[in-house]
Structures are given as C-alpha cells and as structure tokens.
C-alpha cells in the first residue's frame, strides 16, 4: 500500500491482528538466555546505547551525559548526520556508531538502551533490548498500539527488566501534588478530567505533505526507517519530526503530547492498571490531501469504570494545554511549571504524614539509572505507561471509526465489534514481528 494514495478507509483495512493475536519477531533470543535476570552491581557505572539520536534523542543523551554514572557507548540512527552529531556529543569514536539496532543489542557490555525512534519502532527496539538483558528509557508513547503496549508491559515483568517511559511530568513536583491532592480528597469526589491538547500541525521545514517522491539521500538507511511500516515512497516530508502527522507512523498529538497529559490523568485518576470502558470522539476533521493525515481537530471523550468522565480536545488556546481535575468540591489545572487550583488557598496544603504519598522522583532519567542500579521500579513504568498510551489508541481508534466504542480494560478489546477489534495490533510489514 503506498502511502502517499493511503486514506482513513485503507488505514482501516490494512491494520488488523496478527494470526492467533501473536507476531513473529524470529531476531532475538530471551534475555534469560543471556543473563538478563543478573543485577547490576550497586557500584558499577552503566554502560548505555542511544537508538534514535533526533530531536527528542539527543536531548535524552544529553541528560544521560550529565549523569556521572553512566557511560554512553554506542549511538544508533539510521540517519548519518544524526548519529555523527551524536557521536562527536558523546564523544564517541566512529566506530561506536551504528545504523542497525539488532547489531547494538548483540552487544554484552551494554547494560541499558535509550529509545527516541519514530513511534512505529518504539515496540520492536523495546523488545529486542529487554531480550537482550538490557533495561530499557523509552519515548511516549510506549508502543504505536494497544497490541504491542500489552506485549511490551508483559515481557518486561516476564524478562524482569527496568522500564522508565519519557513521560517526564511524573518527576515534576507540581503535577506530583495535584495527583496527591486529588487522591486524598482535596478537592472532593473526582468527577470529570479536561486534557487540552494542539491539533494543528506543527509541520517543521515548510513541507506540506504535497511533496513529489524524490530519490533516497545516501545517508539515510529509508528501508530501516520505514521497517514494520508499509511501503511507501520516499520524501523528506515524511520524515524525522513530521513522522508524527502520518497515521502510519503516529496519530499526531493525540499520541504526541496527549501522552503525558492523559499520563497525568491516569495517575491523578488512580487508573494506572486499567482504562476507559467506552470512548467516541466528534468535531473530527482531516486534511482532504496528502500524506499528513492523521486526525488534526477533535473532541474525545472516556468515560471510567468509577465514573470519572474525561475529555481530550484539540485547542489553539496554549493556556489550556494541560490536565484539568474536576472535583465536587474544587478543581486543580496542572501542566509542568503550572499548578492553579480553586480554592486558590490548596496551593499551601501539604499532605501528612498517614495521607497517600505519590512515588517522588526529581529528575527522569536519573531515576531511570537509580532503578537500573537499585532495580526497584521507576517513576513511570511499564504498565502504567501502556494504559496511558492505550488511552490515546483509543482515542484515535475513535476519531477512525467515527462511533461510540465499548472497551474492557481487563481484555483490552472491543467485545463483539470485529471492526474495533482489528485496530487493537498494528500489522507489521516482512520480518518485523512481535513474538510471543
């Protein structure tokens, strides 16, 4: 299917469940096969592999580099000029520097992986990392579907690996309060959730998804980058950043910054092992043309298990970029350095002694590194970070089909809708394969 004649109906038909809800991924042995289940020494330094060094990428290896217990030891792109940018930062030899992953994870001197890949690799470099006895600091969203989030939560307890997602508001102490004050009563009986999100793109370089297929640059490894996802001709347009606006890559900013904003709902919602049981989204609008061509106007709305309603709208409004708690007796905006609450005197509540007290991490990828070495879990882990991801599929799954959808939290299905339920897993292309 190529990408570039693709609609909302052939996106539809061409994602569906593997054979016996499984994928072959025939690369990697488990970790247990390699000493995953061993600890690493309290005292020892980590040694650390980058596997997407762009944007997001570079500015993880860069934290990591401040980090004096970790040692940066190989940088994997599939783009010569970002994994060169990245080597001379790291101040790495050429050598260290690599285009495929696979040779990365063959590595047994490299204790964790750092993932900034497109989110259509998220799952696969994910896995092969863990089954290579490696931990694992993984962009938002987890996985690209609510399939392969299921896969990669169940292999890292099954494989016993350290999981931190980029979903870095956890480590900010003001979201950290507002979930704390919403979980102890502050302000009342929770009752509704507004995540404001952009919709428009924010397309970079001035391309508009119009742009005529042109020849593969020598510098960039197009086949690895395109790897589970369909075929598709090339154009820079499609790449790097602008990935994200392209349904077979991302779904735009319902996955983008939807995943930390519905991540802080989760958490303040006490929702981090279960999702929504029903979704349906209206005020859907996409681009009539081009590539870019996931949802860019929206309005989706969840409804809970205990009976909390939240909202996920697209807005041009900055302001309302964030989480919003509605309680029965107040309510607390939250989004990183902001904190506004009604009544305006919760603000000075501190939260005692025998009250709940919310996991306390200061700094993201120190606590990822904290937990590799202690081997206790992180600020947003595995599961948590799948069930905030999986809300975002959901959403866009709703934007798709245009209708109310049922979902059971504890299946993650969409029970008696065969139309639902082929959106669940992505499907991979060749040998790019999930295997149970």
């Given at each position: 299917?190529?990408?570039?004649?693709?609609?909302?109906?052939?996106?539809?038909?061409?994602?569906?469940?593997?054979?016996?809800?499984?994928?072959?991924?025939?690369?990697?042995?488990?970790?247990?096969?390699?000493?995953?289940?061993?600890?690493?020494?309290?005292?020892?330094?980590?040694?650390?592999?980058?596997?997407?060094?762009?944007?997001?990428?570079?500015?993880?290896?860069?934290?990591?580099?401040?980090?004096?217990?970790?040692?940066?030891?190989?940088?994997?792109?599939?783009?010569?000029?970002?994994?060169?940018?990245?080597?001379?930062?790291?101040?790495?030899?050429?050598?260290?520097?690599?285009?495929?992953?696979?040779?990365?994870?063959?590595?047994?001197?490299?204790?964790?992986?750092?993932?900034?890949?497109?989110?259509?690799?998220?799952?696969?470099?994910?896995?092969?990392?863990?089954?290579?006895?490696?931990?694992?600091?993984?962009?938002?969203?987890?996985?690209?579907?609510?399939?392969?989030?299921?896969?990669?939560?169940?292999?890292?307890?099954?494989?016993?690996?350290?999981?931190?997602?980029?979903?870095?508001?956890?480590?900010?102490?003001?979201?950290?309060?507002?979930?704390?004050?919403?979980?102890?009563?502050?302000?009342?009986?929770?009752?509704?959730?507004?995540?404001?999100?952009?919709?428009?793109?924010?397309?970079?370089?001035?391309?508009?998804?119009?742009?005529?297929?042109?020849?593969?640059?020598?510098?960039?490894?197009?086949?690895?980058?395109?790897?589970?996802?369909?075929?598709?001709?090339?154009?820079?347009?499609?790449?790097?950043?602008?990935?994200?606006?392209?349904?077979?890559?991302?779904?735009?900013?319902?996955?983008?910054?939807?995943?930390?904003?519905?991540?802080?709902?989760?958490?303040?919602?006490?929702?981090?092992?279960?999702?929504?049981?029903?979704?349906?989204?209206?005020?859907?609008?996409?681009?009539?043309?081009?590539?870019y061509n996931a949802p860019e106007e929206f309005r989706v709305e969840y409804q809970y298990g205990n009976g909390v309603r939240m909202t996920m709208i697209s807005t041009t409004d900055g302001k309302?970029?964030?989480?919003?708690?509605?309680?029965?007796?107040?309510?607390?905006?939250?989004?990183?350095?902001?904190?506004?609450?009604?009544?305006a005197e919760l603000r000075r509540t501190k939260i005692k002694e025998n009250e709940i007290h919310l996991y306390e991490s200061k700094n993201h990828h120190r606590n990822f590194i904290d937990c590799?070495?202690?081997?206790?879990?992180?600020?947003?882990?595995?599961?948590?970070?799948?069930?905030?991801?999986?809300?975002?599929?959901?959403?866009?799954?709703?934007?798709?089909?245009?209708?109310?959808?049922?979902?059971?939290?504890?299946?993650?299905t969409f029970p008696g809708d065969e139309e639902a339920n082929k959106l669940v897993m992505r499907s991979m292309r060749e040998k790019w394969r999930l295997d149970a």
């Amino acid at each position: 299917m190529k990408l570039g004649k693709m609609t909302r109906r052939s996106f539809l038909k061409g994602t569906m469940l593997g054979a016996g809800g499984s994928l072959a991924f025939p690369c990697f042995v488990p970790g247990s096969a390699l000493g995953a289940e061993e600890k690493v020494a309290a005292n020892s330094r980590i040694n650390l592999a980058c596997v997407g060094v762009g944007g997001m990428g570079t500015g993880n290896l860069r934290a990591f580099l401040n980090d004096e217990r970790v040692h940066v030891t190989a940088i994997c792109d599939v783009d010569d000029n970002h994994r060169k940018r990245a080597l001379d930062i790291a101040k790495l030899k050429e050598d260290a520097g690599y285009r495929d992953f696979r040779e990365v994870m063959a590595r047994k001197d490299i204790d964790a992986v750092m993932v900034a890949t497109p989110d259509h690799w998220h799952s696969l470099v994910t896995v092969a990392a863990c089954r290579a006895g490696k931990d694992v600091y993984c962009e938002k969203p987890l996985a690209a579907s609510i399939g392969e989030g299921r896969f990669v939560s169940d292999l890292v307890k099954k494989e016993k690996r350290v999981l931190q997602c980029g979903t870095w508001r956890r480590s900010g102490i003001y979201v950290r309060m507002a979930c704390e004050w919403i979980r102890n009563g502050y302000i009342g009986d929770l009752k509704e959730i507004e995540v404001g999100v952009p919709g428009r793109f924010a397309i970079r370089d001035g391309y508009t998804g119009l742009e005529a297929p042109v020849a593969v640059p020598k510098d960039f490894d197009y086949e690895m980058w395109l790897g589970p996802a369909p075929e598709a001709p090339y154009t820079p347009a499609r790449c790097h950043f602008n990935f994200r606006w392209i349904l077979d890559y991302s779904p735009g900013y319902i996955t983008d910054w939807g995943a930390h904003f519905i991540d802080v709902a989760q958490w303040g919602n006490n929702s981090d092992d279960t999702a929504p049981v029903s979704v349906k989204a209206s005020e859907v609008k996409f681009r009539d043309k081009g590539i870019y061509n996931a949802p860019e106007e929206f309005r989706v709305e969840y409804q809970y298990g205990n009976g909390v309603r939240m909202t996920m709208i697209s807005t041009t409004d900055g302001k309302k970029y964030g989480t919003k708690f509605i309680g029965t007796k107040g309510w607390i905006f939250s989004e990183n350095t902001t904190l506004i609450t009604e009544p305006a005197e919760l603000r000075r509540t501190k939260i005692k002694e025998n009250e709940i007290h919310l996991y306390e991490s200061k700094n993201h990828h120190r606590n990822f590194i904290d937990c590799v070495l202690s081997r206790k879990e992180t600020a947003a882990p595995a599961e948590a970070a799948h069930r905030a991801a999986s809300c975002c599929h959901l959403g866009t799954i709703a934007t798709l089909l245009k209708r109310e959808l049922k979902f059971d939290p504890k299946t993650e299905t969409f029970p008696g809708d065969e139309e639902a339920n082929k959106l669940v897993m992505r499907s991979m292309r060749e040998k790019w394969r999930l295997d149970a």
